[in-house]
């Protein structure tokens, strides 16, 4: 019977597969860039995403989520195929809840953790195949240690912790270096920045990655789009609103030269 | 042997008054309806009687620990491949119940060289808007009966009346959640004083009879008599209470009471037992 409380291996059963190794097509064009990153400030860890989705020069969407909740604690930002991304968040979110009521207790973070990287070992065919490669930021709040966490991964499943930060897709080398530059050489580390602060900076890097990478969507002020942004603290997760982020855009990331 | 027909309504009936001996020790289980939701109570003696099923869904039961455990998680088989499948809104407790659950214990019920489910179980359902809120109950031979407002699992049908006949007298659409807990746990003390009763009728059938006002029985306690009958056994057992709770944030809606929350809800004579 379900004593080990696992929603993955009971819809396997049911004859579930989640990537099916399939050859892209000639002259097909999946969508797959993006940028994502997290990093921690000082409650807790932000973690933001650009809305733009596209299949090689052609703007699919401009109103994507890319940085999705998973449960009240944690959160998943996610680079590559969308299909399969998606697909692999609806399977977390119910394996979460899955465990905690049948076992009556809350899945572990790094049990969580392990969740992740079993989908996405199942998932190394379709990655390979071309399909359905992701390479997520997976962040949340650790309860028992009280501690906020990143993580990072590779297509094939291979789990990193990002200490100060993480980042993701086509338009994540060019700030990659930006927050590095930050973290060691800033006013202050990363992990002391107010939240307002945090803010400020993340809209400032997913400019600066639309900047130079096409696939990474700006802040389109005409149709009020602005970037994804969740905070997550001891509280549970917090999507920022527009109202509050186009303030802080107007007054402290454009710049009228 | 159990090929001849009316074997086979003996053997039934004989499962029958065996299943209605079981609960007779078992603690009521009752749901109603408040401003804000669902409210589950139960008075338990250590396993746990109140479960969370899906994001909308809630479990209560009386009988068997472990054969509440398999149809609870059979419950939460089907209704999270269910919403895996489909999506969330499609998870609702009438399917489950209907053609989930019911059959099953039927089946299990009336195959009489196998073991049935001693299990009475209640589900109860927060509907978007108040009004599709939902509370089934099913029977250990599979009979499930839908019912708003309000709904209860206890020995007897005699009893659950009984119970049933107070709560609809004291309901309104506009209870506060402390007022639900403090009438749901009044409910719940009629059927365990019922249970009680049932068990000294039994007795005295037993031995030479003794003078007994038989009517003096049916009169309804006072509130102060009920809630006394409540001190009494929950300072040896735990009170139990769970909301589906309509304004909570996320996807989940249930959420079983703690103590601090507990304590401070209850009604005042039965403060000083949750805290200890």
């Known amino acids: 019977m379900g004593m080990q409380g696992d929603f993955f291996q009971l819809l ?89 009521r049948t076992q009556l207790q809350e899945l572990s973070f790094d049990g969580k953790l392990r969740a992740v990287s079993k989908l996405l070992k199942d998932n190394v065919p379709a990655a390979l195949a071309g399909t359905g490669a992701v ?9 028992e240690q009280s501690a906020a966490k990143i993580y990072f991964y590779d297509i094939l499943g291979a789990e990193f912790e990002g200490v100060e930060y993480a980042v993701s897709g086509s338009g994540s080398p060019t700030i990659r270096g930006i927050l590095h530059y930050l973290n060691t050489w800033g006013e202050q580390p990363l992990n002391a920045l107010l939240q307002e602060q945090a803010m400020v900076q993340a809209l400032r890097l ?10 990474t969507g700006g802040v389109n002020r005409e149709a009020s789009l602005y970037p994804i942004i969740k905070l997550i603290t001891g509280a549970g997760v917090q999507t920022v609103p527009d109202a509050t982020l186009k303030p802080l855009y107007e007054s402290q990331v454009v710049r009228y030269v | 042997m159990y090929e001849e027909p009316y074997r086979w309504v003996e053997a039934v009936g004989n499962r029958r008054q065996y299943l209605n001996d079981q609960f007779k020790q078992g603690s009521p289980v009752v749901a109603l309806t408040y ?15 109140l479960y969370e099923i899906y994001d909308r869904l809630a479990l209560g039961g009386m009988g068997h620990p472990t054969d509440l455990e398999r149809l609870r998680f059979s419950l939460l088989e089907m209704a999270h491949v269910e919403g895996f499948n489909r999506s969330p809104s499609d998870v609702t407790g009438s399917r489950l119940v209907k053609y989930g659950i019911a059959p099953v214990i039927k089946q299990a019920f009336e195959e009489v060289y196998k073991a049935p489910f001693i ?58 959640l402390e007022q639900a807990l403090d009438l749901g746990l009044r ?90």
């Open chain 1, 12 to 100: 396997k059963e049911q004859g579930y597969t989640l990537g099916v190794p399939t050859a892209v097509g000639a002259g097909y064009t999946l969508t797959n860039a993006t940028t994502i990153l997290a990093f921690k400030y000082r409650d807790g860890v932000l973690v933001a995403g650009d809305r733009r989705a596209t299949a090689g020069n052609m703007v699919m969407y401009d109103r994507t989520d890319k940085v999705l909740e998973i449960d009240r604690h944690s959160v998943m930002a996610i680079a590559g195929v969308p299909a399969t991304a998606y697909e692999m968040v609806r399977i977390l979110e119910h394996s979460f809840k899955y465990y905690r």
């Open chain 2, 187 to 276: 409910s719940w003390a009629i059927g365990s004083l019922a249970h009680q009763q049932d068990e000294e009728a039994q007795q005295a059938e037993a031995n030479p009879p003794i003078t007994r006002a038989g009517s003096s029985a049916e009169a309804i306690p006072s509130s102060d008599t009920l809630i006394a009958h409540v001190r009494g056994i929950a300072g040896e057992r735990m009170i139990e209470c769970a909301v589906l709770d309509r304004q909570a944030a996320g996807t989940s809606k249930y959420r079983s009471l703690k103590q601090a929350e507990l304590s401070r809800l209850l009604p005042k004579a039965l403060q000083s037992v949750v805290a200890n």
């Open chain 2, 119 to 176: 299990v009475r179980i209640l589900v109860a359902e927060l509907g978007l808007k108040p009004e599709k809120d939902a509370l089934l109950t099913i029977n250990y031979d599979g009979t499930f009966e839908e019912a708003t407002g309000c709904a209860v699992l206890a020995a007897t049908p005699t009893v659950q009346t009984k119970m049933l006949s107070y709560l609809k007298g004291q309901m309104s659409a506009t209870l506060s």
């Open chain 1, 135 to 143: 390479v997520p930021v997976f962040a949340g709040y650790d309860m």
């Open chain 1, 206 to 215: 997913l400019a600066s990655a639309a900047e130079f990478d096409s696939a």
């Open chain 2, 35 to 49: 401003e804000g939701g669902i409210l589950l109570v139960t008075v338990s003696k250590g396993t746990p009687k």
